[in-house]
């Protein structure tokens, strides 16, 4: 006997697709999708190409489509991931010009990576914030100066339009849709963080900004990270060196484009922040990255972010960015029910 079910509507997330993609762009949101689908079978997503041909992906991989993007129905979702190669290669008036279709046929719109210079060639992030991987941060500030660019925010939600560094994205898109708990089963069943928040640095401590050159300065940052809460100055640093301190700071100023105090300190706040991810108290996470005191880390805090570690620890304790504006999207799209 024929079933007369009515299964219900699903959130239909179109995923832009291009020779040269990133695999890991698409593949990565698609798959916390699906998996979403485990516990709410909510998602259906689609890979769409410019001309509804397979595409060549960054690993060699050719990716079959459900469909071109100029002729797709509306969506819920349309995510735009980027590639490894300069946007001047894979930014094309094609991809612009589906990329421009499904912005008016979605309730939302998301980048990856470097996809968000899709999006700043449609104009969509002008007047608005937007990030994207730190290594392509400074360039795309520079080709689109109507963007605030945020070089070190995991992802940034404004209004219905949200950019990403990383696939990190689709974690926080499930939660908005479904909450804490279905969010946290993805990335279980993932085997992924779930609690790498929108306004959370990029980079860990000890591997962002310029790396050492001189074996010297690799000893002396190395002596650093392995016991941050040690008593650290110039010239105990410069002790340990077998260096003057003179020499030292010119040394750090050099290759790591600050004084040997900024570095410790900077250490010691990613140190104290890393601790607070991983469920640690204020008290804890002081001692541990050589505050002295949660008065001490507090004040870091607070004059580097804005916020008290007790309200950093709670913020980031979900998915869900910080960084968010609530104006509605400036570029019109079709709503999606």
């Given at each position: 006997m024929a079933s007369h079910f009515t299964a219900p509507h699903r959130r239909r997330v179109g995923i832009l697709v291009f020779d040269g993609v990133k695999m890991l762009d698409f593949a990565g949101p698609a798959e916390v999708?699906?998996?979403?689908n485990q516990t709410v079978p909510d998602y259906e997503v689609v890979l769409l190409s410019v001309d509804?041909?397979?595409?060549q992906t960054s690993i060699g991989a050719r990716i079959e489509v459900g469909g071109k993007a100029a002729e797709a129905e509306a969506f819920d979702t349309v995510v735009i991931p980027g590639s490894e190669l300069p946007p001047s290669s894979f930014v094309t008036p094609e991809v612009i010009a589906a990329a421009r279709h499904l912005s008016w046929h979605t309730r939302r719109l998301a980048s990856i990576c470097s996809g968000a210079f899709v999006l700043a060639e449609l104009g969509v992030f002008d007047g608005r914030r937007a990030t994207t991987h730190w290594k392509f941060a400074a360039d795309l500030a520079r080709r689109y100066p109507a963007i605030a660019v945020d070089p070190d925010a995991i992802f940034v939600r404004d209004g219905n339009l949200y950019s990403s560094a990383g696939v990190d994205l689709a974690l926080a898109l499930v939660e908005e849709d479904h909450g804490a708990d279905v969010a946290r089963r993805v990335a279980q069943a993932l085997v992924v963080y779930m609690q790498r928040a929108g306004g959370q640095s990029q980079f860990s401590a000890?591997?962002?900004?310029?790396?050492?050159?001189?074996?010297?300065l690799r000893s002396v940052v190395d002596l650093i990270c392995a016991d941050p809460a040690y008593p650290h100055t110039v010239q105990t640093l410069a002790t340990h060196a077998r260096v003057s301190v003179r020499h030292l700071t010119r040394l750090f100023r050099a290759e790591l484009e600050h004084s040997p105090a900024e570095y410790v300190?900077?250490?010691?706040?990613?140190?104290?922040?890393?601790?607070l991810h991983?469920?640690?108290?204020?008290?804890?996470?002081?001692?541990?990255?050589?505050?002295?005191?949660?008065?001490?880390?507090?004040?870091?805090f607070v004059a580097r972010l804005g916020i008290s570690p007790r309200k950093y620890q709670q913020r980031f304790r979900?998915?869900?960015?910080?960084?968010?504006?609530?104006?509605a999207f400036a570029h019109p799209m079709t709503a999606v029910s």
């Open positions: 999708f699906v998996e979403a509804g041909r397979a595409v000890s591997l962002s900004g310029p790396a050492p050159r001189s074996p010297l300190a900077f250490i010691r706040f990613g140190v104290a922040r890393d601790m991983a469920g640690h108290n204020v008290t804890e996470a002081a001692m541990a990255a050589g505050y002295g005191s949660s008065e001490a880390l507090r004040r870091a979900s998915t869900r960015s910080t960084a968010v504006s609530e104006p």
